[in-house]
């Protein structure tokens, strides 16, 4: 590769909403249909299969103060994974 087409790298995210499709209650704790997060990735993978769905856990956390895998929704039953950027 010439010297002149050395780039800088740049790290490109992807950002996914997940939306909760349907409500559910357990263990005290409600999700209801609509909820939605925003979650950035570095990775084309489907951030509710990644890592354990971690960062889609940690963003319900942060967003609504509810542990969305406690609740037993986190998977794609119950969550829609849409790419927006």
């Not at 740049?10 to 999700?31: C, D, P, Q, W």
């Not at 909820?35 to 940690?58: R, Y």
């Amino acid at each position: 590769m010439p010297w002149w087409d050395l780039r800088v790298q740049k790290e490109h995210y992807m950002l996914y909403r997940i939306t909760v499709k349907n409500s559910k209650l357990t263990s005290g704790i409600r999700v209801e249909k609509g909820m939605s997060v925003d979650v950035p990735s570095n990775s084309m993978s489907n951030p509710v299969t990644t890592n354990g769905g971690q960062a889609v856990v940690d963003a319900f956390m942060r967003i609504y103060g509810i542990d969305i895998k406690k609740v037993g929704a986190l998977s794609m039953a119950w969550l829609d994974v849409e790419r927006v950027g």
